[in-house]
Nanobody, 116 residues
Framework: QVQLVESGGGLVQAGGSLRLSCAASGSIFSINPMGWYRQAPGKQREFVAEIISGRSTKYVDSVKGRFTISRDNAKNTVYLQMNSLKPQDTGIYYC??????????WGQGTQVTVSS
């Protein structure tokens, strides 16, 4: 069983920064992809960023150049540094991991609100 606990959300003005953290417990290895999705009010959950083994990263086009995903494999923790935040970045941010048995787990989510 895998558990994910997110932290770091909050309210920030446009142009500001936030850093999200997600600590994973259970059978997680560096090869397991970890990442972030978000869900804005009235919209479907969307992919934001993913990291594998601390080297391979992917981002949705709307956050490229503003968000940086990183990972501490020793702590089984993934981070999302969010800079130059925009009101359209508002939503609930969910941490996710895919295990070696291809099961995807989700965290409980953390609210990010960007005011204009």
């Amino acid at each position: 069983q895998v558990q994910l606990v997110e932290s770091g959300g909050g309210l920030v003005q446009a142009g500001g920064s936030l850093r999200l953290s997600c600590a994973a417990s259970g059978s997680i290895f560096s090869i397991n992809p970890m990442g972030w999705y978000r869900q804005a009010p009235g919209k479907q959950r969307e992919f934001v960023a993913e990291i594998i083994s601390g080297r391979s990263t992917k981002y949705v086009d709307s956050v490229k150049g503003r968000f940086t995903i990183s990972r501490d494999n020793a702590k089984n923790t993934v981070y999302l540094q969010m800079n130059s935040l925009k009101p359209q970045d508002t939503g609930i941010y969910y941490c996710t991991v895919v295990t070696t048995t291809t099961v995807r787990y989700w965290g409980q989510g953390t609210q990010v609100t960007v005011s204009s």
